[in-house]
């Protein structure tokens, strides 16, 4: 059964200790994690084309799909009217499904986490969902993504409810505040990730304005 298989994988990502280990699991899963995503309801990728929407002007950019996976956000935004978008992702196998999409102007390869492979103030914004979640990208990668969004920029992105004290999420947060990095313009109330199956998968959405 199709959640079945969703469920298995799912739980290979949220196991994974190693960013080798990540990467492996969705080489694995990058085949079929469109339909399967699907089968569970998965909103994100799709969800957040309205926040964006809200603080970044139609046209505007370039943007960041920071952790892009298999590109399904891209389409939609540029449906909407941005047509320059740049994807990152640790997986070469979920990057070449995002570059199937036609809807990207380039595509690296990095991990979160890490230094990102662009200059400072490079993008209008950055967007990320499902990204900072279980045993995936750690709340110290939103320094480097600060860094390479301009000044009246925006943040955007999703945090999972399990890892937004345990991961240090508030701390970077209150961190990047104090040091004039960004300030905060909107907070969404938890919310499910999933509009079929994992009731209790709950995540919220941030939009900072880059200082």
Same mark, same amino acid.
């Given at each position: 059964? %199709?959640?079945?298989? +969703?469920?298995? $994988?799912?739980? $290979?990502?949220? #196991?994974?200790?190693?960013?080798? +280990?990540?990467?492996?699991?969705?080489?694995?899963?990058?085949?079929?994690?469109?339909?399967?995503?699907?089968?569970? &309801?998965?909103?994100?990728?799709?969800?957040? $084309? $309205?926040?964006? @929407?809200?603080?970044?002007?139609?046209?505007? !950019?370039?943007?960041?799909?920071?952790?892009? &996976?298999?590109?399904?956000? !891209?389409?939609?935004?540029?449906?909407?009217?941005?047509?320059?978008?740049?994807?990152?992702?640790?997986?070469?196998?979920?990057?070449?499904?995002?570059?199937?999409?036609? @809807?990207?102007?380039?595509?690296?390869?990095?991990?979160?986490? &890490?230094?990102?492979?662009?200059?400072? !103030?490079?993008?209008?914004? *950055? *967007?990320? #969902? !499902?990204?900072?979640? %279980?045993?995936?990208?750690?709340?110290?990668?939103?320094?480097?993504?600060?860094? %390479?969004?301009?000044?009246?920029?925006?943040?955007?992105?999703?945090?999972?409810?399990?890892? *937004?004290?345990? &991961?240090?999420?508030?701390?970077? *947060?209150?961190?990047?505040?104090?040091?004039?990095?960004?300030?905060?313009?909107?907070?969404?109330?938890?919310?499910?990730?999933?509009? %079929?199956?994992?009731?209790?998968?709950?995540?919220?959405?941030?939009?900072?304005?880059?200082?």
């Amino acid at each position: 059964m %199709i959640i079945d298989k +969703a469920n298995a $994988a799912l739980d $290979a990502v949220y #196991t994974a200790d190693t960013p080798e +280990a990540l990467a492996e699991a969705y080489a694995a899963w990058a085949a079929t994690y469109d339909s399967e995503t699907a089968s569970l &309801g998965y909103l994100l990728p799709f969800l957040i $084309a $309205a926040w964006v @929407a809200r603080h970044v002007p139609s046209g505007e !950019g370039p943007l960041l799909d920071a952790g892009c &996976g298999t590109g399904l956000s !891209g389409p939609s935004l540029r449906a909407l009217g941005y047509q320059d978008i740049a994807g990152l992702d640790l997986s070469e196998d979920m990057l070449d499904i995002a570059g199937s999409r036609q @809807a990207y102007s380039e595509l690296k390869q990095a991990m979160l986490g &890490g230094p990102l492979p662009w200059p400072d !103030g490079y993008f209008r914004a *950055f *967007f990320s #969902t !499902g990204v900072f979640t %279980i045993s995936h990208a750690p709340a110290s990668g939103l320094h480097e993504l600060v860094r %390479i969004t301009k000044k009246g920029g925006h943040a955007i992105f999703t945090v999972r409810d399990q890892v *937004f004290e345990s &991961g240090g999420f508030r701390d970077v *947060f209150a961190d990047l505040e104090h040091d004039k990095k960004w300030r905060p313009v909107e907070e969404s109330p938890w919310f499910r990730c999933y509009a %079929i199956a994992e009731p209790e998968a709950l995540v919220k959405t941030f939009v900072f304005e880059v200082l």
